[in-house]
Every structure is written in C-alpha cells, then in structure tokens.
C-alpha cells in the first residue's frame, strides 16, 4: 500500500506544501481558477508514491554513475541519471547530486500536462522548477548561506531567458559538501541540471589540504551517506583574503567551463562574506524593500 504524503494549502490560499519524508515541497501555480486547481490535483496525484519509486532504486542511485550506460528504470531515476551524467567520466558523482531538482522538475511536468498556466514554480527546499509563459517573469532572492536568514543578491529570470531550473548547493546546505562554500547557486535550463551542477561547482570551491579546514568521512556522520568515506567539510577556520580569492577562483574556473558547455546559464558562488558571479547578469544587488516573502531553503522566490 502506497504511504499517502502531507498535502495542504498554505495559509495564504495560494501556494500548495507537499511534504513526503525528505522531500518538502512549494509550489504556486498562477493562472485561471480551475487551470490551477486542475494542476495541483496533478502534482498531488504524482507526488503520491513518487518517494517509493525512489527507493525501489535507491541502491543504484547511491552508487558512481556510468556516464554513459543507465541501468535505471524509474522516470525520476533517469531524469537523475540524466543529470550528472554529462560530469561522471572526470570525476565521482551519484545520481543523488540531482535528486531535488529532478523531484520539483517531475511535479512540475505534471501539473503542466493537466492545466495551461502562466506561471509556476516547484521548489524543492530551494531547488526550483519553472514555468514561465510569454511575459512573465519570476523573482528569486539568494540567501547568503542556506542555513541563515540574509539576502545576498536578488535576480529576475524572464520568459525570454533559457533559464528554468535554480539550485543551490554547498556546506551548509541538506546534503554534504566535498568544497568550502558556503553557498553556490546554479542557473541552468531544467532544474535537475541546476542541481548537478551546483554540486559540481561547491565541490570545485576549495583549498584542498589547508590546515583550517576540518574534514571527515561522510559515512561516519552518515553510514549510508552515497559519498561513502570521501572526506566532507564540516568547519572553516580563518582564512586570509588571498586564500578566499584562490578558493572562490577555483570554483569559478570550474563554473566558467561548465557555462562554455552549455551545462548551466550562470552561477553564484558565495564564501566566508565574498562574492564571485558567473554569466549570471540577471543578478543584481538586493534592494530588501522589494521583497514580501520568507525564506525556503536557499532561494526565494519573491
């Protein structure tokens, strides 16, 4: 029997919460009355089991991945799969590193198959799915650390844009950090690539070996962590401005290729209180008055 997941409208009347597990979800829909209806109907229908699918799988999606063959059965899987395919051949990825964003992409591609809406968005503790109809446009604020309340820069996707995915990864987020950011955000065409991809570059954002980095196994603060024993940040002492500088370019560098190839749109890399952005013009300085919302993981959508 499948387990029935939350499902509540927040007490605004407007955004939808699904909740499952791990998986937390918001959602808003904008267009008519029974077009937005219809499309939550659809994303509470393919919600319900979805986490199930997951963990029928869940064995293969803990492990390395084959760049090019995939094993895998489930549509989530394969979108996962997918995902970090395109970074397995040079480096240790799990179709973990886009669990999120392929969730929020999956229930988006419902209620878009059941309504035709103008606007909407998935987002999946701070990994958001897009829909944007001609002229609209969508307001994200980017925090300064996914634990924290403080916004760091605000951005405008529009309509016209490719962008339709947004994820944030790093040391303070859900998941485990193999680099030093604090926070890395990724613009990118679906959500799932945002996902992989920030988890690539926050990876890339580091100062491997540096004495004030305190490192451990991933399995010893997580037995069935998909990283295993490889080493993952759990504390930052001081670091010089130049040690900052060298950490931030180094994740740049690995942004600045990943945006070459097509893989992402821009990104945002935030360290111990500095900022490095990458063919991410739409990020502009926060002007706080602008905004009326409250915070969901590391992006928010005002």
């Known amino acids: 029997m499948?387990?029935?997941?939350?499902?509540?409208?927040l007490p605004d009347g407007k955004r939808l919460h699904l909740q499952d597990g791990p998986i937390d979800l918001v959602i808003e829909a904008k267009g008519g009355e029974d077009e937005v209806r219809a499309a939550y109907e659809a994303a509470s229908r393919r919600f319900t089991g979805l986490l199930d699918e997951l963990c029928e799988e869940l064995g293969e999606l803990r492990a390395a991945v084959d760049p090019v063959w995939c094993a895998l059965k489930g549509?989530?899987?394969?979108?996962?799969?997918?995902?970090?395919?395109?970074?397995?051949?040079?480096?240790?990825?799990?179709?973990?590193?886009?669990?999120a964003g392929s969730v929020a992409e999956e229930i988006l591609v419902a209620?878009?198959?059941?309504?035709?809406?103008?606007?909407?968005?998935?987002?999946?503790?701070?990994?958001?799915?897009?829909?944007?109809?001609?002229?609209?446009?969508?307001?994200?604020?980017?925090?300064?650390?996914?634990?924290?309340?403080?916004?760091?820069?605000?951005?405008?996707?529009?309509?016209?844009?490719?962008?339709?995915?947004?994820?944030?990864?790093g040391r303070h987020g859900r998941s485990f950090s193999l680099g030093i950011a604090d926070a890395v955000t990724v613009l990118?065409?679906?959500?799932?690539?945002?996902?992989?991809?920030?988890?690539?570059?926050?990876?890339?954002?580091?100062?491997?070996?540096?004495?004030?980095?305190?490192?451990?196994?991933?399995?010893?603060?997580?037995?069935?962590?998909?990283?295993?024993?490889?080493?993952?940040?759990r504390e930052i002492g001081p670091l010089s401005d130049?040690?900052?500088?060298?950490?931030l370019r180094a994740g740049a560098n690995?942004?600045?290729?990943?945006?070459?190839?097509?893989?992402?749109?821009?990104?945002?890399?935030?360290?111990?209180?500095?900022?490095?952005?990458?063919?991410?013009?739409?990020?502009?300085a926060a002007t706080f008055p602008a905004f009326h919302g409250s915070a969901i993981g590391s992006a928010m959508h005002v």
Not at 86 to 96: R, V
Not at 114 to 138: C, K, T
Not at 207 to 219: I, Q, S, T
């Open 2 to 9: 499948t387990r029935l997941p939350q499902i509540a409208l």
């Open 75 to 99: 549509v989530v899987a394969r979108r996962m799969h997918a995902a970090v395919a395109p970074f397995a051949a040079d480096e240790f990825i799990t179709p973990m590193a886009a669990v």
């Open 111 to 169: 209620m878009m198959g059941a309504a035709s809406l103008e606007r909407a968005y998935v987002n999946n503790g701070g990994d958001i799915a897009l829909h944007l109809a001609a002229g609209e446009q969508f307001s994200v604020g980017l925090m300064d650390r996914p634990d924290r309340q403080g916004l760091m820069r605000t951005m405008v996707v529009d309509a016209a844009d490719p962008v339709r995915g947004i994820a944030t990864s």
């Open 188 to 233: 990118a065409r679906t959500a799932s690539q945002a996902d992989a991809a920030a988890t690539i570059v926050a990876n890339a954002v580091d100062l491997p070996g540096h004495p004030a980095v305190a490192r451990c196994p991933a399995n010893q603060l997580q037995p069935d962590s998909d990283l295993g024993g490889r080493l993952v940040t």
């Open 242 to 247: 130049d040690e900052i500088d060298e950490a």
């Open 254 to 284: 690995r942004a600045q290729q990943l945006l070459v190839a097509g893989l992402i749109e821009g990104a945002a890399l935030r360290l111990l209180g500095e900022t490095v952005t990458v063919g991410a013009t739409g990020i502009k």
